[in-house]
Each structure stands twice: as structure tokens, then as C-alpha cells.
């Protein structure tokens, strides 16, 4: 009863308007412009269809015996005006001299048979380099800005092309 009332009862601090859906966005209004900023849940919803991205990750670990199990990381950017899958994932210490495209390949098979999603980028980094916080947990946050001011310790990457996705 209380998340229900949580999830459907929400209503604006200042005035006590609503009872508005709280859908998990994270936003303000600005001269009755709404912003949306970001989420407050790890959620990614690609055309759509909202993806836990812990449930793409143990999918994409297990596509291919070169990779490390709990070191992955999937996020969205955005790219050709649209959200994408990003999915950056740890090489195990052991396994030398990755094909990129190879293993690319593997995971995009995996995420697209088990899940309906294409993904976009897969980026291969060093083991031991994911952001984490200090219990273990891995940072998507982290992770993304990471990507994205080109700051990982990439071993290698596959972008797709920037053609549409097909649909789910």
C-alpha cells in the first residue's frame, strides 16, 4: 500500500497539486516546462521497452568464455538522435588477445536472442578496471561518464552502424 501510494500519489511540494504517476524520471519545471534529467532507477528503455540493465549484463558475460563474470556495465547514450545500448564488459585476466568483433558478435547474439534489444557498442576494457564502488558494486554512472569523456582502459570497441534498428 505504501508504494502504491508512492508510485501513484505523488504531488508537488509547493502547491500539493496532483496525485501524479511517478514514472522514475528524474526532472523539475521551469517556467511550466518540464526537464527531464535522468532516472531514478538503473532502467534503460530502448523504443520503448524498459531493459534491467543487470539482466543485458549476466547476459552478455555468459555469450562468450573470454569474459569476466560480474564485470560488465550496460547504459544508454545517445546516438543518431536516438537511445542506445551501450555495454562496457571486462576481459578476463587469462584470456589473451581478444577478437573484438568476435566477441562483439557473441554478445550481441545473446542480448538480441534473450532480450529483443540491439546493442549498440560493446567496449572491451582490462580486467580490474571497471568503476566500482568500494563494497564491489559496480557504477553504471560511472561507467558511462567514463565512456564518454574517453577515460576507460579500452582493450578494444564495436560500434554498429548508425542504420536503424530493426524492431523489436
Same mark, same amino acid.
Given at each position: 500500500?505504501?508504494?502504491?501510494?508512492?508510485?501513484?500519489?505523488?504531488?508537488?511540494?509547493?502547491?500539493?497539486?496532483?496525485?501524479?504517476?511517478?514514472?522514475?524520471?528524474?526532472?523539475?519545471?521551469?517556467?511550466?516546462?518540464?526537464?527531464?534529467?535522468?532516472?531514478?532507477?538503473?532502467?534503460?528503455?530502448?523504443?520503448? #521497452?524498459?531493459?534491467?540493465?543487470?539482466?543485458?549484463? =549476466? $547476459?552478455?558475460? *555468459?555469450?562468450?568464455?573470454?569474459? /569476466?563474470?560480474? %564485470?560488465?556495465?550496460?547504459?544508454?547514450?545517445?546516438?543518431?538522435?536516438?537511445?542506445?545500448?551501450?555495454?562496457?564488459?571486462?576481459?578476463?585476466?587469462?584470456?589473451?588477445?581478444?577478437?573484438?568483433?568476435?566477441?562483439?558478435?557473441?554478445?550481441?547474439?545473446?542480448?538480441?536472442?534473450?532480450?529483443?534489444?540491439?546493442?549498440?557498442?560493446? #567496449?572491451?576494457?582490462?580486467?580490474?578496471?571497471?568503476? =566500482? $564502488?568500494?563494497? *564491489?558494486?559496480?557504477?553504471?554512472? /560511472?561507467?558511462? %561518464?567514463?565512456?564518454?569523456?574517453?577515460?576507460?582502459?579500452?582493450?578494444?570497441?564495436?560500434?554498429?552502424?548508425?542504420?536503424?534498428?530493426?524492431?523489436?
Amino acid at each position: 500500500a505504501e508504494e502504491t501510494a508512492r508510485t501513484f500519489g505523488a504531488r508537488l511540494a509547493d502547491s500539493g497539486e496532483g496525485p501524479y504517476l511517478r514514472t522514475g524520471d528524474l526532472g523539475f519545471l521551469r517556467d511550466g516546462e518540464l526537464f527531464v534529467c535522468g532516472r531514478l532507477k538503473d532502467l534503460i528503455i530502448l523504443r520503448g #521497452v524498459n531493459h534491467y540493465p543487470q539482466d543485458i549484463e =549476466r $547476459t552478455a558475460e *555468459g555469450s562468450h568464455p573470454g569474459l /569476466a563474470a560480474g %564485470a560488465n556495465a550496460a547504459f544508454s547514450i545517445e546516438a543518431g538522435g536516438e537511445e542506445r545500448l551501450l555495454l562496457v564488459q571486462e576481459v578476463r585476466r587469462d584470456y589473451r588477445r581478444p577478437d573484438v568483433e568476435e566477441v562483439a558478435r557473441a554478445i550481441r547474439q545473446a542480448v538480441s536472442e534473450e532480450h529483443e534489444a540491439q546493442v549498440y557498442g560493446v #567496449v572491451l576494457i582490462r580486467s580490474g578496471s571497471l568503476a =566500482r $564502488t568500494s563494497s *564491489g558494486k559496480v557504477q553504471r554512472r /560511472a561507467n558511462r %561518464a567514463a565512456f564518454l569523456a574517453g577515460d576507460l582502459q579500452e582493450i578494444g570497441r564495436s560500434m554498429a552502424a548508425e542504420a536503424a534498428d530493426p524492431a523489436p
